[in-house]
């Protein structure tokens, strides 16, 4: 196992670049599969989630470089064969090769996929999705053998606006027959990222970023260049914890509108944030305001910053109320927070945090990938010491964030036990 050690009450100061965004390069790498040629992909972060994807490339043929953050793939030769459970169920995105599997050879055998135990996190959209073109898709158990004698564009309506269907149907059809309309598609950066790297091979999808996208299938696609966009999840931590602990904290790189939902919140709480076109500079204030804050799709409060943005809530003074509409199962972080001194309760969708209270450093654990990010968040304001354990929840999405961290003067380790 491993685990994060903190000394807590350090400021932070100085500059963290941020890296590639973890839910767009996990896309990005299976979708290189369509192509017949190769293709590169720069600003891929180290994250144990690639790793992961990277296993199952290798597994089925593909040959694969890496430098640094430049990955090549060449997918010429790769073997379509069943994908085995221990792979697939090692992340969420495993299940975008089974969408890249079913566009290339209309044929694919895997299993249900991976990812941190939030919620149920079903896969009925992206089965109508591949349904509506024309496959066929057999479950057994927690196995999916999908064929198609010839994959048609079809009209696909999403009932809920989920990044991995939309993706998923993107995949599937970029090389079928005619044209497929995907509505209530949803709208996250890393979805237009995708597209572009799709277009970039010679794919023809307009609409991307939209609720309504449209895709043109082609017959071939070649080799291409793309960068992975800069992660906002990632930012949106960082500048949390300028937000508790930074003086002049400088986070470079990022694309500010990406995380204009956090910024209007920090705002409201009163936190100083100087914003450029790539960076923004923030500083801990003495006295936050309480906000309301509701999960939504892009370009509303993303629910990957819910649980990092609740270690600030316990600073800010009064009632924060904060809903959960995405997952059922994401406030596994709480019962640790308030272990460290916060005052939170649960109410099934909402949780209630009154503040300000003082955080004291305690041993917790990363029950999932932003639980964790939250309690580290956590640790870095609390009185004296705080071991987060299970950290291979966190590893899988922050590209060095111990040395990121330790840079800007944390105080924070990490151990193998
Ligand atoms: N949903 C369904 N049926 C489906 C698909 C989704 O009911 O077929 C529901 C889900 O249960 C959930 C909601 O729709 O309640 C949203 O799910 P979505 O499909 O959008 O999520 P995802 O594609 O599985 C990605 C990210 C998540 C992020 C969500 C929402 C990846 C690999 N994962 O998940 O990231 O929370 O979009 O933005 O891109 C994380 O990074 O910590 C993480 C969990």
Redo the contacts with the bound molecule.
């Keep these: 196992m491993k685990r994060i050690r903190i000394e807590g009450g350090h400021k932070l100061t100085g500059t963290i670049q941020i890296s590639g965004a ?3 390069a ?2 990005l790498v299976p979708a290189s599969l369509l192509s017949d040629e190769i293709v590169k992909i720069d600003n891929i972060p180290n994250i144990s ?1 690639i790793d992961a994807l990277n296993e199952i490339l290798m597994y089925l043929g593909a040959k694969v470089t890496r430098d640094g953050n430049m990955m090549e793939i060449d997918s010429s030769s790769i073997i379509n064969k069943e994908i085995p459970e221990a792979i697939s169920a090692k ?3 495993s299940y ?1 090769f089974m969408s890249s599997l079913l566009g290339k050879y209309k044929h694919v055998e895997m299993y249900f ?1 991976g ?2 135990s ?11 999705g591949y349904r509506a073109l024309g496959a066929r898709v057999v479950e057994e158990g927690n196995k999916y053998t999908i064929d198609a004698d010839e994959l048609i564009g079809s009209e696909v309506y ?10 998923n149907t993107i995949l599937v059809a970029v090389k079928a027959k005619g044209e497929t309309v995907i509505e209530n598609a ?1 709208k ?1 950066p ?1 979805i237009v990222n995708v597209a572009t790297f799709l277009n970039n091979m010679g794919a023809k999808i307009t609409g991307a970023g939209t609720s309504t996208i449209h895709i043109t299938g082609v017959d071939y696609l070649g080799s291409c260049f793309t960068e992975v966009i800069p992660d906002r ?1 990632e930012t949106g931590t960082y500048m949390i914890a300028g937000a508790l602990m930074g003086e002049n904290l400088r986070i470079e790189n990022i694309i500010p509108e990406h995380v204009d939902s956090l910024i209007g919140k920090l705002k409201e709480m009163g936190v100083s944030i100087k914003e450029e076109r790539d960076a923004v500079t923030i500083s801990a204030t003495e006295k936050l305001n309480h906000v309301n804050v509701k999960t939504l ?2 370009p509303g409060f ?3 910053l819910q649980q990092p943005l609740t270690a600030l809530l316990t600073q800010c003074s009064g009632e924060s109320v904060l809903e959960e ?4 199962n994401r406030f596994k972080n709480i019962p640790y927070l308030n272990e460290m001194g916060a005052n939170i309760t649960i109410d099934e969708k909402k949780i209630h945090v009154i503040g300000p209270t003082k955080l004291v450093g305690r041993e917790v654990s990363a029950t ?3 639980a964790g990010a939250c309690l580290v968040l956590a640790g870095l304001k609390a009185e004296g010491e705080t071991i987060v354990n299970n950290v291979e929840h966190v590893l899988r ?1 922050y590209e060095n964030i111990i040395e990121k961290f330790t840079q800007v003067g944390a105080k924070i380790e990490l151990e193998e036990i």
């Design positions: 973890k839910n767009s996990v896309a989630d992340l969420r995105a975008y996929p990812g941190c939030i919620g149920a996190r079903p896969i009925d959209q992206t089965l109508k999403l009932d809920m606006p989920s990044v991995g269907a939309t993706v949803a996250e890393e999840i799709g892009y993303p629910t990957d509409t995405l997952y059922e999932d990938l932003r999405g």
